[in-house]
């Protein structure tokens, strides 16, 4: 069975118990995969939008690392790296986070998905972590209308059909 993805800090607790004796002790960890991926989207998008998404990449390890980012973006959008100067792979100082900026288009309507793919070898070992994110990309006049209509109805706003104005009942 397979560990699920985290980071951060876990707590470790013990108890001990013989006759009339007992113990206990807890001690603090801080768990990290030693590259990852991260990137910062929104909750979703209109047609026609254009975004700009940092992405980080972050090397716990000890030891710069030579990292290949690839992306795969499917449905209604699409992705070019706004960072200059990067080439196949970008070199990742340990404990300093580097960020890229990507430019994001909405193109139509639908559910965008998209993969972040970083890889790098660390002492003979490849590293590797994927972020996987669902956008979905909607029309955002739809919503408006329709919280228009709730908010009407629960104000108990109708309209007078002789001065065709809304009228508070």
Known sequence: AALPEHSGRLRWMAVAV?????GQSESAMTLSAPLLVEASWPRFAAPGDVLQVPVKLFNSTSQ?????LDWMAAGPLTMKLLSENI???????????QTLWFEVAATGLGLAEVSLIANAMHEGVELAHQ???????ASLSSLVQMLASQV????????????KKPVLR
């Open 18 to 22: 013989a006759d009339d004796a007992y």
């Open 64 to 68: 710069p690392l030579d990292v290949r």
């Open 87 to 97: 080439g196949e792979t970008i070199n990742v100082a340990p404990q300093q986070p």
């Open 131 to 137: 972020q996987n994110v669902k956008l979905p990309v």
């Open 152 to 163: 009407t109805v629960h104000l108990g706003l109708y309209p007078d059909p002789v001065q």
